[in-house]
Each structure stands twice: as C-alpha cells, then as structure tokens.
C-alpha cells in the first residue's frame, strides 16, 4: 500500500467513524426532546395536583445544578430519577444532565479526528508538502479542522456545546464525503504558482477560519431557533417541547457565536491579506478583482456586516444572525461554486 | 453630534446599540421645519448613523457579486471580447451598466464613497471623545455596586482600616493596568478605575487604517504603471515605452520616469514531470535567466524572474507570467535570398503547448506573405488525422503552416496584433480547402514555399556544439521566449503599512476587554464594614465577572464558601435588588450608562 492508498483508507474510517458519531449526537437530540417534553408533563402535574396558583408566564430555571430562588413556582421532581425530570412551566429550560448517547458522540468523535488527522498527514506525507494543494485536500485539511475547531470550543468553552456533534460531525461527513467521490486527485506535483512559503500560511489560515466561522454559523441557526422558541413562550403560545429547551438561551448563544465568528473573521482578514501579498508576488499586483478575491471580499464585508450588526440598535439579536448565517453560505459558495464553475485564477481546484 | 448625558459614554452614532435609547418625547414632537442648514445636519446624521454603515456595506457587499458572474475588463479582457460575440445583444446592455467594469462603475463607487464619507464622519467625533476620554477620570463610584456585572464582596482583612483597604485596591488596580481614581462618598471610601482604552484606539486605528489603504490605492496607485512585453531567449528589452507590447499606466504617470534600463532573456529553463504518471508533463518549474544592464553602466548584473519569485530592480518589479515557443523562421525568395527571419512567438493554447503564431513577411516578395502556424513540441497523430501535442517538451517538434498572400493590412498605419492574422484581403495558398497540403516541417528543415514563390525554413536554435536536430536531438532546438510583467506600484509599501494597522487594530478592538471596576468599602446598617467588588463592561466583554472575583481573591482572599451570614449581609445592603443574581446574565452586554 502507498501512502495515498492508506490515506484513503483512514478517510474512509474517519467517514464511518463520523456517522456513528453522527448517529449518536442524534439519538441525544431525540432524547433531549423526550426529556424536555416529560418535564414539562410532569411540571403540568405537578402543579394541578399542587393546586398552586403558579405563574405560568414568568420563566424561571430549575435544575440541578441551579438552586430554585426564583419566584415562580416550584415544581417538585415528582419520582424524579435522575436530574432531568425537575422542571417548571413550559417557560422553562430544562436541566439536562448525562447522556450516553451524547458521550458516545463526542468519543466518536475525537475517534474520528484521530483517523482524520491520520488521514490528513499521511496525505501531507505522500505529497511531500502540506496537504491542502487541491481542492480535495482542501476539503481534507478544512474538514479535519472544523472537528478540531469543535473539540478545541468544546474543551475551552465553560458551556456545553456537545448538541452541536450533530451539525458538525453532519457537515463534515457530507464534504468529506463529496470529497472522497468526487474531488478526489492523486498525488502530482505542485505546480509553479503554488510554490511558495504562502501556500502554508495563507490557505491554512483560510481553512481555519472557516471552521471557526462554521461553528459560528451553526451556533446562530441554533440561536434563531432558540428565540423563536422564546418568543412564542413570551406570548403564552402552545411551544413544542423541543430539544431546545435543554439549550443555552438565545441570548447566550449569540454571545457564542459572536466570540467564534470574530476569530474566524480575524482569520479570514489575515487570508486576504497574505492572497494579497502572495498575489503581488506571483501575479504581479496585490488586488486584482479575480472571482476568487471579489468572494473573499463579499465574506470580508459580509461578516464586517454581522460585527456592525451586533452593534446597532434593532440589529442585534436574530437579524445580526441571519448575517452569520448569509456570511457562512457565501463561505460555502465560494469554496464550491467558485471553485468550480467561475473562470479565474485560482484554478488549483486540480479537477 | 447629539449631547450625551453621561460624559463617559461613548461617542458613537446615535443607534449604536451603546448610546442611550432616544427619549420617546422626541419622536412625538411636531419638529420644527428644517432650514437648509437643518435638512445638512439632518443627512450627515442619517450617512453616519449605524443603520446607513450596515446597509451600504451589505449593499457594497451585493453590487461586488456581478463582477464575479460577468467577465472583467480589468482582469479577463480575452473574457469580454468572447462574452461579446457569444451575447451580442445583451453585453451591449450590460456594458451600459458598467458590468464589464463593475469596480470602477459610479454605482460600485457610489456605495463605497458614501461608506468612507459615513465613516469618516464616525471616526472624527469619535477620535476627538476617545482623546477627551483619555485624559478623563474614572468616573465616580455608582452608589449600589450590587445591581452591576460581577458584584462580590469580602470581608474587611483582619487589622486593615477601610482606608489602607481602599489604598491598596488602587494600588493593585493600578499595577493591573487600570487607570484609578479615589473617591470618598458619604463616608464611604472607593476607588473606581477603568482599563482597555486601547480597545477604542484599536478600533479606530483599525477605521483609519481602511481609509489609508482607500486613499493610497486611489491616489499612490495613479503614480504606477504596468507593461506588458514577450522577450525571445537571446533578446533583450529595454525599459522604455515604445518597448512595451501594451503598457497600462496609472493616472498620474510620466513616462519621462521610467528608468530605461536592459534586460536581457539568456535563458528560460521549463522543467516538466516526467517520473509521476499521473502527471506526467505538469509544469515542475520555469526559470528565466536575465541580465539586468543600468542606463549609465556597462555592467550587467544577473538576476532571475521564477514564479512567485518576481525580479525587483530599479524601482520595477519584473515577474514571470507566461512562457513559450519561438521557432525562428527564415523566408527566402526565388533567387535564394533571405527576406525574413525572426523568432516569432507562438502562443500556447493547452497544457501541452500546441501554440499558434503567425508569420508575417511584408517586403521582397510579389506579394504581401501571411503564415498562420501550429507548433506541437511533441507532436502526435489522433484518430482523426488531426495533429497534437502530447507533451510540453521538445521531444518530437512539428511546425505546420498555412501560407496566404496578398495584402496583410498593415501598410495603412493601422494598429494590427502580431498574433493574428486578418485573411479577408489574401488568399490561401495551402491547407484548407485550397488542395494543397500545409508546409510542415521539423527543425533545420527547409521546405518550397507554394507557386515558386521561394522556401521557409524552421531554424534549428541549438546552440554550436551541442547534439543538435541533425542528431536526433531536439531538446534545444527550439527557442523560449518569456512573457514579462513590469510593474511599479508606489503605493504597495503603504497598503502594506496600513493592512498591518487593520489586523492589529482589530486584533485590539475585538480581544481587548474595555471595563470598569470599583471596589469600596461599604458600611452596613450594623456598623460593620464590607469591601464590594464591581464591575462594568463596555463593549463585548465575557471575562468580566472572571476578573471581578479574581481581582477580589487576590486583594482580600478567596471568597468564604456559602456563609449564610455573608448572603443576609449582601441582601441587607441591596434592598433594590430582590434577586441579588442580576449579574450573571449581564456579561457580554453592552454598558448600560451609569452616573
């Protein structure tokens, strides 16, 4: 076997690995639901046999980790097994404590980056150079460093942020997969244009910041969904007991997302910077609108948007995420689409 | 701009999400009527407000993307001239809008003036508070720390006076890097310090930076220019305008200051894949060899232009943007007498260096002669007849040629391009239709040119004493030439200074925490007295309630776990706040102004 043979190999493991992984995040997913929706039943008993003129509207949190000194009312944990059957009113988060399935997840996982990381420097080694020269490696590389990203904010962040295996380890099964089918070059040498120290600095930078940037997006999605959530509950509507009521509040969630997008957009200025300076050496001029600068720019002014956003009075909160979300799709685009099917002069894609 | 109640606020367009809410009276009052001045200040105020930024750099955002869906003039002309014969009813209507110049269009421009007119009037107001601000002082301790992010509190250090408490507290505050002032309200010794000003510089070093990089590509770039010229091995060029095959220069330039310096091609060296199958004949490397001679010495100087390794030399940068063949053609009339011979260019059209050119021989003949060619370095045969090239090297060189006469449209003085060929006014003598094979020859092969007008022979370029053609050899048979970009850009050193500026401004606008801490000693009913920790984010600013209760461990001790006693204290002394828990959920709000 060649290096490149047992790259692909280990690619092909990481896949396997990711979707059990994937599986699993699910299955929590699902749990999560049926935990939020028997809180809120047993809540509802709760009350009805208590007779107590609760205050439905007013949200309080109980768990077992947060003491109940609120003022609403108080349910007890009626045959409460475990911590997860304590809950208020429909208004409330519920506390969500161990799951197997989300522990399988993320051993699954940090599995599968292993692979993954494998995969990726045995490429790298078969090369001869770093692994992210074509747009298969690119996806290679960028992929491995959305787990990384993932598992790096899941050790760092004091919140739990598990729930998001399913987002990621999806999104990286899915590109890794279009990869591996459709993307996939054999080893051959790198051409003229990319021999240069600002193949290593530039395009990794541009890979890192899309795997901060798609943490951030993916926090977003959750935080609309959140305080689509938290709206109908502020209006008394009858809410679905989602998954969601295990979650941050929106609220928190848009702070998440902020704090991972601002690197990823530091990132993504650095990227332009350095295809800046490389451009001038390899092309002649610093700037030259090539498909593949104008996207980079339309990223830059997107996300420029979204810190704007956070900061103008009717802008915070859901429309500044949408932003997240538009700047997140034009990352996406232009790693495809423009990639593929626009002239220019990043032509490495190597298909 | 509009008067702020605090002081301390930041200045920021009225719907910055930290300026105060605008007071619902304001709104209902009939206004007065505008005069002129009025309706000014009324627009000024809606461009710089936050809302008009946002939307103009969304709006810049979108009018970016038909540049990339439509070929560009500046960066893809082939792309344009094809996009016009493919839709030749639409690209007239496009061309109308500026499509095909989409970032210098007035539209585009309109939208990024407008965003550095709003921006500049953000960052005037801003830059003159930040600097009154700078020099202010913390402002004076909130009568209730209780209600702020991160409040804790600790008992008085054993034999420590309220005062030396207090003392110390700026002391350490101070060494921490926070500005401090010391305030004594109503017997109640405090100390209130603020730290991160660098926040705002940041941020505005950042803003200032951009309108940099705005006016030294506007204005440093006019002072440039960029040429274009295709040098044969064994040629040279000299740093003049005529020299140029097409020259760009900026706005502002005078050709009296290009520096007419020699540069002359020895050698161009490709080197193709040949181990790895699957690329077999990729490009590995391209060198070109040159020797640079100044205007007023005879001293060359060598230098090399690669890929990504542009030759930078009297005040030009010389990069290495295309290469290819040139097989010297020599023309010869009836009697046997040389009437052209050159080097002539032929441009690669596939991976494999199949190139086309054309030969062009004006005088000492009948008539005006035309030779459109086809250049295969290694030339195969496919199924249908056609010819190809199969590698970039020189292994098996063909050329072919198509010889028309008549006249070539080039006596009128009009501009013609060396690489084509305009048949309308001659006739074709071979291939074709005409029945009469093309001449194809290899090099140092001489072939009859068509109705005994004389021969056209493809000279073997391989230097003396090498194996040449005539041994098989073809490896040199053939000359290179270089496609060279000359280029000066004043301005690029500028841009650079000011990119640096952007990313260090905004690595200190976004990581650097603006916060306020207050720490005082406060009495309670009971006579005892507790020292109150407190502090204030302004700005996104997560670590906050981290550093209040670190700051509090390292002046008075770590925090006594779950004393009953404490938490009646901190209810008795912050009646107003019912919860005592309001401030867990503030961190990474905006500040709230408080005086």
Known sequence: MTLDEISITLVYSAMAVY???????????????????????????????????????????????????????????????????????????????????????????????????????????????????????????????????????????????????????????????????????????????????????????????????????????????????????????????????????????????????????????????????????????????DTKEVWTFIIWVVYAGYIHARATRGWRGSRSAWLAIIGFSTVMFNFTVVNLFFKGLHAYSGL | MSPRSDPGALSRPDDHIDSPEPSADAASVTQPKLGFTGWVRFAWRQLTSMRTALLLLLLLAIAAVPGSLVPQRSSDPNGVTQYFSDNPRLAPVLDNLQMFDVYTSAWFSAIYLLLFVSLIGCIIPRTKHHFDALRARPPRTPARLARLAGYTERALPEGETADAAITRAAAELKRAGYRVERYDLRGEPSVSAERGYLRETGNLVFHTALLGILVAVGIGGGFGFAGQRVVVEGQSFVNTLSAFDSFNPGRFFNDANLDPYRLSLTDLEAVYETENQKALGQPVDFTASVEITGRDSDETVDGEVKVNHPLRVHGTDVYLLGNGYAPTITVRDAEGEVVFTDAIPFLPQDANLTSIGVVKVPDGMPEQLGMVGFFYPTQTTLDSGAYSSSYPDLVYPVLTLNVYAGDLGIDGGKPTSVYTLDPSTMEQLTGGATGVDSIELMPGQTQDLPNGLGTVTFEDATPDGEPNAADGDYSQSVDRFASFDIHRDPSQGWVLVFAILIIAGLLVSLFIPRRRVWVKAAKRRDGQVVLEYAGLARGEDPGLDEAVAAFADRHAGPAPAADPDHAHDADDAAPASSEGSVAPESAGDPAKPTT
């Not at chain 1, 749990?31 to 929706?37: E, F, H, L, Q």
């Not at chain 1, 940037?213 to 926090?219: D, R």
Request: no cysteine; hydrophobic share 55%.
């Open chain 1, 19 to 289: 979707a059990i992984a994937f599986i699993a995040y699910a299955i929590d997913l699902a749990r999560r639901s049926a935990v939020a929706a028997s809180a809120a039943d047993a809540a509802a008993a709760s009350i009805a046999s208590a007779e107590a003129p609760a205050t439905v509207g007013a949200p309080a949190t109980v768990g077992a980790t947060v003491s109940g000194g609120g003022t609403g009312a108080v349910a007890s944990a009626k045959g409460g097994r475990g911590a997860a059957s304590a809950a208020l009113s429909d208004g409330a988060s519920v506390a969500y404590g161990r799951s197997p399935s989300l522990r399988v997840g993320v051993a699954m996982t940090v599995l599968a980056w292993a692979l993954h990381l494998a995969a990726d420097i045995t490429r790298g080694l078969a090369a001869g150079r770093v692994p992210w020269a074509n747009m298969y490696e690119f996806a290679l590389t960028g992929t491995l460093i959305i787990t990384s990203v993932y598992l790096l904010v899941l050790v760092v962040s004091k919140h739990d942020l598990r729930f998001l295996g399913t987002f990621i380890t999806g999104l990286v099964l899915v590109l890794l997969g279009i990869a591996t089918v459709n993307f996939y070059v054999s080893v051959v040498p790198l051409p003229p244009a990319l021999q240069s120290a600002w193949l290593v600095i530039h395009v990794f930078v541009a890979t890192s910041a899309v795997g901060f940037l798609a943490l951030g997006f993916a926090l977003s999605v959750v935080q609309l969904m959140q305080s689509r959530r938290e709206t109908m509950l502020a209006t008394a509507k009858q809410v679905k007991r989602s998954f969601l009521a295990t979650l941050p509040d929106s609220a928190t969630l848009e702070n998440l997302a902020y704090r991972v997008t601002i690197i990823g957009f530091i990132l993504w200025t650095f990227t332009l910077m350095a295809g800046a300076i490389w451009a001038e050496a390899a092309w002649g001029r610093y700037w030259g609108w």
